[in-house]
């Protein structure tokens, strides 16, 4: 009986033994083995060119025919085998021309591209997307101006790029006028052809077998490629201007106005004219008036065009020859009125600018006719409802920082 009790632990032995290597060869490796499916992101990016001006895919321009054959190779790779997770399109334009015209190209040029893939690939219909017109790529811009020494006047090229106090379209006048225009033929011919271009952001995403070690770790799964950084729009410049009408003055009219901005596209003028002073007997504006001007702006506040809608009181005493003296009616009923004007303010340099204006309206006068001599009486009273010419101007700017 001991010895049967002895043989079965033997075999019980024996058959642990067989069991636990059963075990380690099979229930191990299994576990070595094991797979799961995880989420995937590729993203790759295509860069096409575009003539100066123009929205029109030119496939002989530079590299757009191996670009775009690339480009069409891929998406149509990953349609078949993966899943095209969306689209994002992305044009800028060189500075060349203003920020607006350049936000419509540039939206152009996205549009475009959206439109040849959907031409091109009809599954692309089920996919998102998105197109964005960012208008001119400064930051790219900057780095490459920082890395060509061959620029003519770099120096001041990049201090024009980073003054705060112009705007895009104020810092372009200033580059076309650095040496003489020798810096921005430069960058027609080195730099400004690489602006002009679409970035295509194709992001695919499908699943990829991961076979998980024997001790499980948390799979990482890839980050997308980040998407480029929008160049941020345009803000309005934190200014304000002091400015005199240079016209006035030739006529012997002193006088001063300021302009505040209000908002992207508007501005508020007001001037104030004064001249107490008689230049001669047969020669004298004495007036003081004022003439304030809400403008709307095509561009930015104080920059490229505008129109303004003005109006107008002033008292006055005016000769211009010995016979007669104007005088608004007995000093207490000055002019008034209302009219349109157009206007262009260039940039000149640094804070300076010259603006032009003309505008026409309505003035109501009721007025005096004085003999044009010493205590020279008075001989009729005139009552007229003008329409004409009403303001006019050649005027030094100057832009001062607001607090």
Same mark, same amino acid.
């Given at each position: 009986?001991?010895?049967?009790?002895?043989?079965?632990?033997?075999?019980?032995?024996?058959?642990?033994?067989?069991?636990?290597?059963?075990?380690?060869?099979?229930?191990?490796?299994?576990?070595?083995?094991?797979?799961?499916?995880?989420?995937?992101?590729?993203?790759?990016?295509?860069?096409?060119? $575009?003539?100066?001006?123009?929205?029109?895919?030119?496939?002989?321009?530079?590299?757009?025919?191996?670009?775009?054959?690339?480009?069409?190779?891929?998406?149509?790779?990953?349609?078949?085998?993966?899943?095209?997770?969306?689209?994002?399109?992305?044009? +800028?334009?060189?500075?060349?021309?203003?920020?607006?015209?350049?936000?419509?190209?540039?939206?152009?040029?996205?549009?475009?591209?959206?439109?040849?893939?959907?031409?091109?690939?009809? $599954?692309?219909?089920?996919?998102?997307?998105?197109?964005?017109?960012?208008?001119?790529?400064?930051?790219?811009?900057?780095?490459?101006?920082?890395?060509?020494?061959?620029?003519?006047?770099?120096?001041?090229?990049?201090?024009?790029?980073?003054?705060?106090?112009?705007?895009?379209?104020?810092?372009?006048?200033?580059?076309?006028?650095?040496?003489? =225009?020798?810096?921005?033929?430069?960058?027609?011919?080195?730099?400004?052809?690489?602006?002009?271009?679409?970035?295509?952001?194709?992001?695919?995403?499908?699943?990829?077998?991961?076979?998980?070690?024997?001790?499980?770790?948390?799979?990482?799964?890839?980050?997308?490629?980040?998407?480029?950084?929008?160049?941020?729009?345009?803000?309005?410049?934190?200014?304000?201007?002091?400015?005199?009408?240079?016209? +006035?003055?030739?006529?012997?009219?002193?006088?001063?106005?300021?302009?505040?901005?209000?908002?992207?596209?508007?501005?508020?003028?007001?001037?104030?004219?004064?001249?107490?002073?008689?230049?001669?007997?047969?020669?004298?504006?004495?007036?003081? =008036?004022?003439?304030?001007? $809400?403008?709307?702006?095509?561009?930015?506040?104080?920059?490229?065009?505008?129109?303004?809608?003005?109006?107008?009181?002033?008292?006055?005493?005016?000769?211009?020859?010995?016979?007669?003296?104007?005088?608004?009616?007995?000093?207490?009923?000055?002019?008034?009125?209302?009219?349109?004007?157009?206007?262009?303010?260039?940039?000149?340099?640094?804070?300076?600018?010259?603006?032009?204006?003309?505008?026409? =309206?309505?003035?109501?006068?009721?007025?005096?006719?004085?003999?044009?001599?010493?205590? =020279?009486?008075?001989?009729?009273?005139?009552?007229?409802?003008?329409?004409?010419?009403?303001?006019?101007?050649?005027?030094?700017?100057?832009?001062?920082?607001?607090?």
């Amino acid at each position: 009986m001991q010895q049967f009790t002895m043989q079965k632990s033997v075999l019980m032995n024996k058959f642990l033994k067989i069991f636990l290597f059963l075990f380690l060869f099979f229930a191990i490796p299994l576990r070595a083995q094991t797979s799961v499916h995880v989420e995937k992101l590729d993203t790759f990016r295509y860069s096409l060119l $575009f003539h100066h001006n123009r929205y029109e895919i030119d496939y002989e321009l530079s590299e757009n025919a191996g670009m775009m054959h690339q480009m069409d190779s891929v998406i149509r790779f990953y349609h078949e085998y993966h899943h095209i997770s969306s689209i994002d399109i992305f044009a +800028y334009t060189s500075f060349e021309g203003t920020w607006e015209s350049n936000i419509k190209l540039s939206e152009n040029r996205a549009l475009a591209i959206k439109k040849y893939l959907l031409n091109t690939f009809q $599954f692309l219909e089920q996919v998102h997307l998105h197109t964005e017109g960012l208008s001119e790529d400064w930051n790219l811009f900057r780095e490459k101006a920082t890395g060509d020494e061959n620029i003519p006047s770099q120096k001041q090229l990049i201090e024009i790029i980073d003054n705060p106090h112009l705007n895009y379209d104020q810092k372009e006048s200033g580059i076309k006028r650095l040496a003489k =225009g020798a810096t921005y033929r430069y960058l027609l011919k080195n730099i400004l052809f690489s602006q002009r271009r679409v970035d295509v952001y194709v992001i695919f995403h499908y699943e990829k077998e991961v076979v998980l070690p024997q001790i499980v770790h948390p799979v990482m799964v890839e980050e997308p490629k980040p998407l480029p950084e929008p160049l941020p729009k345009p803000v309005t410049p934190k200014f304000w201007a002091v400015k005199t009408n240079l016209l +006035y003055w030739v006529t012997g009219v002193s006088n001063i106005g300021v302009e505040y901005p209000v908002g992207n596209r508007f501005s508020i003028d007001f001037p104030v004219v004064y001249s107490p002073y008689t230049i001669k007997n047969n020669w004298k504006i004495r007036t003081l =008036g004022i003439q304030p001007e $809400f403008r709307w702006w095509w561009n930015k506040p104080m920059v490229g065009h505008f129109l303004g809608l003005h109006a107008h009181l002033a008292y006055y005493n005016i000769a211009t020859d010995k016979l007669d003296r104007y005088q608004d009616k007995d000093g207490k009923t000055p002019l008034w009125g209302a009219g349109l004007s157009y206007g262009y303010v260039l940039p000149l340099k640094g804070r300076w600018n010259m603006e032009f204006t003309v505008g026409a =309206g309505y003035a109501r006068l009721v007025y005096d006719v004085f003999y044009n001599v010493s205590n =020279g009486a008075a001989y009729d009273t005139v009552s007229k409802n003008y329409w004409g010419l009403t303001k006019a101007g050649v005027t030094l700017v100057y832009k001062l920082d607001k607090k």
